[in-house]
Each structure stands twice: as structure tokens, then as C-alpha cells.
């Protein structure tokens, strides 16, 4: 039998996992191959599927308000309370390994080429100073991560035409827009002048 810290732990990282998908997902893609199939769905059915992401949130956050009722019970003896409650759990937490066991059981393909990205990316953020660009190669039971260092060419204080440019991708749309590589913190005054429908300015660079 797995102990409780071990049961709580994996438990919590399938929640996670749920909720990190929801995240990653494309909504305005999702839309739009929605709108494709509108007429071979039921509305109820399309809502569905149109509000999947917020519902799988919403789960999640649920499930790990769950999790954290049965990590710490209120009760006068918390440590033994919290080993008896974990060695015979409730129906809930019964319940709730056999659907996130299914789950993970059911899904054929673990991550993708840019799941492999992210975590080679965090896996190297912390053991390595410099940037560095991460190539992605597929093979058949993996993904090659290759580090590439290269120098990162100078931010421009007032860009001209043969300033380097840029890509900036919305947090909130996904929308991608091309900008002269500028520094980070005159970028964002520009991108937010830029997003009220005002033009660039540099009169003020302080």
C-alpha cells in the first residue's frame, strides 16, 4: 500500500496535468474547427465543447479543494487522524483514484513536441546562466531536446531598418505581431500604446 504522502502527491500531480492541458489549449483554435462541424452537433453538445477548457478548470480547482480537505482534516489528532484517514480512505478519494487512473490509462499520447519544449525548457532554466534556444526533435518513443547558445543580438533603444525584429505573443488572445527587438521594458510601454490603438512614441525613454 502506498503511503499517504505518496497517494496525495500523485493524485494531486494528475489534477494538475488536467488543469495545465486546459491551460495550454487554443481556444480561438478550437473555435474555429468548432465552427466546422456546428452543424453536425447538438447545441448542448457544442456548448459543451466550447466551455470544455473553463469546465476542466473549474474541476480541477474543485478536485484539489478535495485533496486538500483530506491532506489536512480538522480534527484534535491530526497526524493520526490523516494516516487512519488515508490507510481506509473515504468513497470520494476511492472514487477519485479510479477516474484519474482511467483517465491517464486512456490517453494514447503522453505529450507533444511542445509539452517536450516546455519541460526542457524549465529542466534547463535552472542549470544554465546564459539563454539558450532548445531544438525539438521527434523520434519514436521520445522527443531530442538540443540546447543551441547563441548570442542574443543587442535590443535597439530607438529602432531603425536594419534593427533585428521580434515576435510578441498576446497572453490573453494568442495574437502574434512582429516588433523591432526593442528592450523588454520599452517593449512593453510600446505593446501597451500599441493595444490602445496609439502610435509608437520615443520622446521619452527615461
Known sequence: MHSAPDRHARLSQAVDTMANAARR???RSIGRNLKKVANQLD???LEFLCRAPDLVLVLCEALTAVLEVHRHPADSHPR???E????HPCGTIRQLEAVLGETRAAQTISIDAAEAWRRARRHLSARVEEPVFIHIQEFEDGFL???IQVAIPEPATIP???TPTALVIDKATGAVTRWPLL???LLERQYRRYQCGQPMTFDDLS
Do not use: G, Q
Open 25 to 27: 489549449a487554443d481556444r
Open 145 to 147: 531536446a538540443l540546447p
Open 43 to 45: 447545441y448542448h453538445s
Open 84 to 87: 487512519e484517514r488515508w490507510n
Open 160 to 162: 531603425t531598418i536594419e
Open 183 to 185: 528592450a523588454l521594458p
Open 80 to 82: 493520526r487522524k490523516n
